[in-house]
Nanobody
Framework: QLQPVESGGGLVEPGGSLRLSCTAS????????IGWVRQAPGKEREGVLC????????NYADSVKGRFTIYRDNDKNTVYLQMNSLKPEDTAVYYC?????????????????WGQGTQVTVSS
């Protein structure tokens, strides 16, 4: 079974940047739609961005427009979430999720496979 693995989280000051990575052993991620979903303390999970197998992206959260970008490196079998101009309200556990179909899902509950998450904390 596909098991996404996230990395790259950490503590960053407001206005800083982080790049999260998602990979999976034994599976070619380019066949799957891959999404990033976050959950802040005391809040429900929120979709951030998704990339389809063909490379098209879907933005789930207006709050990250112009600041976050999702992209693939198929040679490295990795999907990245580049986060710039980070704000304290971006603090959350960020999950990588994969769907068996090539196109991005409409609802985050439709993702079939989930990683364990990586903590992102934005604070001075």
């Amino acid at each position: 079974q596909l098991q996404p693995v996230e990395s790259g989280g950490g503590l960053v000051e407001p206005g800083g940047s982080l790049r999260l990575s998602c990979t999976a052993s034994g599976f070619f991620l380019n066949y799957y739609a891959i999404g990033w979903v976050r959950q802040a303390p005391g809040k429900e999970r929120e979709g951030v961005l998704c990339i389809s197998s063909s490379g098209g992206s879907t933005n789930y959260a207006d709050s990250v427009k112009g600041r976050f970008t999702i992209y693939r490196d198929n040679d490295k079998n990795t999907v990245y979430l580049q986060m710039n101009s980070l704000k304290p309200e971006d603090t959350a556990v960020y999950y990588c999720a994969a769907d068996s179909l090539p196109n991005c899902v409409d609802e985050i509950g439709e993702y079939d496979y989930w990683g364990q998450g990586t903590q992102v904390t934005v604070s001075s």
